[in-house]
């Protein structure tokens, strides 16, 4: 693994960081809902006018056709500049476009991904659902084939986003005789047809975009399967790998500009004996430190997964050692963050105090820890069942 960066690389960060410090939004950015969803849309518009959308998607898609270590260097300058993140973008952006890239047909790719870049339409994902969450391959949301559609009935759980997005990315049953991981059919989903019902469910941290959906008879084309009926496993675990692995280089840098916010805060707020600021308080200042250190070894983990995933189609298992070191240690940090702001401050609007309610879904989202920690173990170490 070669860390050194050529010139060109060297020329495209400061490309990057001279864009991104005249175009990052700097006004406030909505809580959530369509006005959240139509600022999003507005600012990927913004990056894609100018020729920052998919900087590591095929040009003829739209996007920029660069590197995995050049998508690096857009994510670590992105943060660095405080750019927002892709919340209601980020399926479209991050593991379903590239599915669609590497799985879909000409023609699906031809009218999706285009439209995911532009901003133009909001994604979110059918997978999970009550009883069938990390355990996915227990799903039971029924498609029965009806001529030249398929007729899905069922239900959906964690749909971020579901009740703005215009598609989606669903997992469906259409064999229920068939063995657990097969008789699955990856399919485009749109959700704006009838018989689909959308429930919105308020999280902990406040916000509602965490959703439940119903499909009572919905009629979805067969040109709307990805790969073939009853492969859909193979699809989703492709879906998957991108979900544990590139999906989430944007938080794995973003969570060393956080560790290095809350050093800044740690010097200024009043530490636990009431006299000296919070980083002299020995406790406080040895775990800035660790995660400062771990932080590090994050991003070395980071840099070894984009050179092996810039020799294959997609990440391998070993994207699960990111997922699971990623999720975890972002719950750590998110738990000193009250530790260093103090509880004078224990409210939801806080940023510090939404991130740390928001960060018991880490160890969830993707699979839980106790999945990656499985697939690590058989896939990765080679270790038996």
């Given at each position: 693994?070669?860390?050194?960066?050529?010139?060109?690389?060297l020329?495209?960060?400061?490309?990057?960081?001279?864009?991104?410090?005249?175009?990052?939004?700097?006004?406030?950015?909505?809580?959530?809902?369509?006005e959240?969803r139509?600022?999003e849309?507005?600012?990927?518009?913004?990056?894609?006018?100018?020729?920052?959308?998919?900087?590591?998607?095929?040009?003829?898609?739209?996007?920029?056709?660069?590197?995995?270590?050049?998508?690096?260097?857009?994510?670590?300058?992105?943060?660095?500049?405080?750019?927002?993140?892709?919340?209601?973008?980020?399926?479209?952006?991050?593991?379903?476009?590239?599915?669609?890239?590497?799985?879909?047909?000409?023609?699906?790719?031809?009218?999706?991904?285009?439209?995911?870049?532009?901003?133009?339409?909001?994604?979110?994902?059918?997978?999970?659902?009550?009883?069938?969450?990390?355990?996915?391959?227990?799903?039971?949301?029924?498609?029965?084939?009806?001529?030249?559609?398929?007729?899905?009935?069922?239900?959906?759980?964690?749909?971020s986003?579901?009740?703005?997005?215009?598609?989606?990315?669903?997992?469906?049953?259409?064999?229920?005789d068939?063995?657990?991981?097969?008789?699955?059919?990856?399919?485009?989903?749109?959700m704006?047809?009838p018989?689909?019902?959308?429930?919105?469910i308020?999280?902990?941290?406040?916000?509602?975009?965490?959703?439940?959906?119903?499909?009572?008879?919905?009629?979805?084309?067969?040109?709307?399967?990805?790969?073939?009926?009853?492969?859909?496993?193979?699809?989703?675990?492709?879906?998957?790998?991108?979900?544990?692995?590139?999906?989430?280089?944007?938080?794995?840098?973003?969570?060393?500009?956080?560790?290095?916010?809350?050093?800044?805060?740690?010097?200024?707020?009043?530490?636990?004996?009431?006299?000296?600021?919070?980083?002299?308080?020995?406790?406080?200042?040895?775990?800035?430190?660790?995660?400062?250190?771990?932080?590090?070894?994050?991003?070395?983990?980071?840099?070894?997964?984009?050179?092996?995933?810039?020799?294959?189609?997609?990440?391998?298992?070993?994207?699960?050692?990111?997922?699971?070191?990623?999720?975890?240690?972002?719950?750590?940090?998110?738990?000193?963050?009250?530790?260093?702001?103090?509880?004078?401050?224990?409210?939801?609007?806080?940023t510090?105090?939404?991130?740390?309610?928001?960060?018991?879904?880490?160890?969830?989202?993707?699979?839980?820890?106790?999945?990656?920690?499985?697939?690590?173990?058989?896939?990765?170490?080679?270790?038996?069942?």
């Amino acid at each position: 693994m070669d860390l050194d960066y050529t010139h060109a690389e060297l020329d495209f960060r400061e490309e990057v960081r001279t864009w991104l410090a005249a175009n990052t939004p700097r006004d406030t950015r909505p809580p959530g809902g369509q006005e959240l969803r139509a600022w999003e849309c507005a600012w990927q518009r913004r990056q894609f006018d100018a020729g920052w959308a998919g900087v590591s998607w095929p040009r003829e898609y739209g996007g920029r056709g660069l590197s995995l270590i050049e998508l690096m260097i857009w994510y670590e300058e992105y943060a660095r500049a405080g750019a927002p993140p892709a919340t209601m973008m980020f399926v479209g952006l991050n593991h379903g476009g590239p599915t669609l890239i590497a799985r879909a047909d000409e023609q699906q790719k031809a009218y999706h991904l285009p439209r995911i870049l532009r901003g133009d339409v909001v994604w979110c994902q059918g997978f999970s659902e009550p009883g069938a969450g990390s355990d996915l391959a227990s799903l039971r949301t029924r498609a029965v084939i009806d001529g030249d559609e398929l007729v899905v009935t069922g239900q959906k759980i964690w749909t971020s986003n579901a009740d703005v997005a215009e598609w989606q990315e669903l997992l469906v049953r259409t064999d229920p005789d068939a063995p657990r991981h097969k008789g699955i059919t990856w399919v485009i989903c749109d959700m704006r047809a009838p018989g689909i019902e959308v429930r919105p469910i308020e999280t902990l941290s406040g916000g509602a975009h965490f959703c439940e959906v119903f499909y009572d008879e919905v009629r979805i084309p067969l040109p709307n399967v990805v790969g073939r009926i009853n492969d859909g496993w193979s699809v989703a675990m492709s879906t998957l790998s991108f979900e544990r692995g590139t999906a989430f280089l944007a938080s794995q840098v973003e969570l060393a500009r956080t560790v290095e916010d809350l050093i800044d805060v740690a010097r200024e707020r009043t530490g636990p004996d009431g006299r000296r600021p919070a980083i002299a308080d020995d406790e406080i200042a040895h775990r800035l430190a660790t995660a400062r250190a771990e932080v590090a070894a994050l991003r070395a983990m980071t840099y070894a997964a984009v050179s092996r995933a810039a020799r294959a189609d997609q990440p391998g298992p070993e994207a699960s050692l990111l997922r699971v070191f990623y999720s975890e240690l972002y719950q750590r940090v998110a738990a000193l963050a009250l530790d260093v702001v103090g509880a004078e401050i224990l409210d939801a609007s806080n940023t510090w105090v939404s991130g740390y309610l928001g960060s018991f879904q880490a160890t969830i989202a993707a699979g839980t820890k106790d999945i990656q920690r499985n697939i690590i173990g058989e896939r990765v170490l080679g270790l038996p069942r």
